[in-house]
């Protein structure tokens, strides 16, 4: 994706790399225990109860955080290879000098003949 971008210019390259760093910020914010915005939940957790939560409770929510992204991971993958994406669907550009169509100048003669 990236390679594709970057070939549309560098400005337009900086823009797309920064579009996916904004949307790798945005996740780690989830309230998921294993990602920065389950810590987040953690340390509110902790302000309200104004005590640490037990350390069994704690593994225990990292386990299940981690089972989430495996299963969002997995869920992004299958819907990934099911679309296609990925994939190179893309035709070469038709050669029109020995297909029959325009003419180089791209002004076809009064015969219609593509000559």
């Known amino acids: 994706m990236a390679g594709e971008e970057g070939r ?3 400005d337009h390259f ?9 949307n790798l910020g945005l996740f780690n914010l989830l309230p998921i225990p294993v990602l920065d915005g ?3 939940l953690f340390f509110a957790i902790e302000s309200i109860l104004r005590r640490p939560l037990p350390l ?8 299940v955080g981690m089972a989430i992204l495996v ?8 819907k990934m290879i099911s679309s ?10 038709r050669n029109h000098e020995f297909d029959g169509g325009p003419s180089a100048s791209g002004v076809r ?4 003949d593509g000559a």
Request: aromatic share 6%.
């Open 8 to 10: 549309k210019g560098a």
């Open 38 to 40: 389950g810590q987040l």
């Open 14 to 22: 900086i823009w797309v790399m920064a579009l996916i760093s904004i």
């Open 84 to 93: 296609g994406a990925g994939t190179r669907t893309r035709r070469p550009p």
């Open 109 to 112: 003669s009064a015969a219609g």
């Open 56 to 63: 069994r409770m704690r593994e225990l929510a990292h386990v």
């Open 71 to 78: 299963g969002l991971t997995l869920f992004a993958f299958q």
